[in-house]
Nanobody, 114 residues
């Protein structure tokens, strides 16, 4: 019943910015207490963690995105957001949001190209 839907992806030039949003639907108990995260998968590569946000708002980022990406959540709207600045070609991937340990969205494509 619980579903996550990502949006905000697209084509952007290097150095540009995008904001991804993940909307949760269905009945979710204690949304704000769950660990949440954004992951990405480039063609031919393994899915990797990009950023997480935990109970109390603590955050963690992959070294490759530190200082450029910011993860946040809006409890009332039940969304998980990822602000991406100074995008690089290496950021090109399908981005997935995750709620708790096993709920995933369908993914949204981010392509960074000149």
């Amino acid at each position: 019943q619980v579903q996550l839907v990502e949006s905000g992806g697209g084509l952007i030039h290097p150095g540009g910015s995008l904001r991804l949003s993940c909307a949760a639907s269905g009945i979710i108990r204690a949304f704000s207490s769950l660990d949440m995260g954004w992951y990405r998968q480039a063609p031919g590569k393994q899915r990797e963690l990009v950023a997480t946000i935990g109970y109390g708002g603590s955050t963690n980022y992959a070294e490759s995105v530190k200082g450029r990406f910011t993860i946040s959540r809006a409890v009332a709207k039940k969304t998980i957001d990822l602000q991406m600045n100074s995008l690089k070609s290496e950021d090109t991937a399908v981005y997935y949001c995750k709620l708790g340990s096993n709920v995933w969205g369908q993914g949204t494509q981010v392509t960074v190209s000149s």
